[in-house]
T-cell receptor
Framework: AQTVTQSQPEMSVQEAETVTLSCTYDTSESDYYLFWYKQPPSRQMILVIRQEAYKQQNATENRFSVNFQKAAKSFSLKISDSQLGDAAMYFCAYRGPSGTYKYIFGTGTRLKVLA | NAGVTQTPKFRVLKTGQSMTLLCAQDMNHEYMYWYRQDPGMGLRLIHYSVGEGTTAKGEVPDGYNVSRLKKQNFLLGLESAAPSQTSVYFC????????????FGPGTRLTVT
């Protein structure tokens, strides 16, 4: 069965600095999809970034980028120029290939941004 | 577009009472999901639906039932609430084609006393 592991329950970063959140997963599939979601105190889950496994290029979205290491089954999220609004829970999620329907979520990393 | 909406946002039940949570989406998504979120456990899948009239069990289905009579709505029912069902419930939806990103509702905080 697929699993997603976020080994950092909590991280802190100074405003304007860079922080990296770790995520590892286990799967026997070659085609799959990976996501990072942000959950601020409002509780709303917001998609931050996604990565298709067949794409070798790492996804980027403004200040957010990923380091996707398929062989190592690692999918880390880098936040550059951290802002106070980045403070939230961050969840890593895995979805299998077409024909499967379930998403597996990690337990989350709470990110604190220090002014 | 309203996206994904959930009704109600908060609810308190006594043990043994029943209730239905309503999820609605206006994005014409084929797939819909119900999750529960508990501290330290991430999101766990309760039930899901890949189309109108179809439902399937997820990771933690016991004590819950679902129905999808219309494509835009996905209902989650608790027939006899238990304190272990105290949680925050999220509905999500997605298209049936890549990249499969999920859109979430704002959540329902349920307390069972």
């Amino acid at each position: 069965a697929q699993t997603v592991t976020q080994s950092q329950p909590e991280m802190s970063v100074q405003e304007a600095e860079t922080v990296t959140l770790s995520c590892t997963y286990d799967t026997s599939e070659s085609d799959y999809y990976l996501f990072w979601y942000k959950q601020p105190p409002s509780r709303q889950m917001i998609l931050v970034i996604r990565q298709e496994a067949y794409k070798q290029q790492n996804a980027t979205e403004n200040r957010f980028s990923v380091n996707f290491q398929k062989a190592a089954k690692s999918f880390s999220l880098k936040i550059s120029d951290s802002q106070l609004g980045d403070a939230a829970m961050y969840f890593c999620a895995y979805r299998g290939p077409s024909g499967t329907y379930k998403y597996i979520f990690g337990t989350g990393t709470r990110l604190k941004v220090l002014a | 577009n309203a996206g994904v909406t959930q009704t109600p946002k908060f609810r308190v039940l006594k043990t043994g009472q029943s209730m239905t949570l309503l999820c609605a989406q206006d994005m014409n998504h084929e797939y819909m999901y119900w999750y529960r979120q508990d501290p330290g456990m991430g999101l766990r899948l309760i039930h899901y639906s890949v189309g109108e009239g179809t439902t399937a069990k997820g990771e933690v289905p016991d004590g819950y039932n679902v129905s999808r009579l219309k494509k835009q709505n996905f209902l989650l029912g608790l027939e006899s609430a238990a304190p272990s069902q105290t949680s925050v419930y999220f509905c999500a939806s997605s298209y049936r084609v890549s990249p499969y990103e999920q859109y979430f509702g704002p959540g329902t905080r349920l307390t069972v006393t």
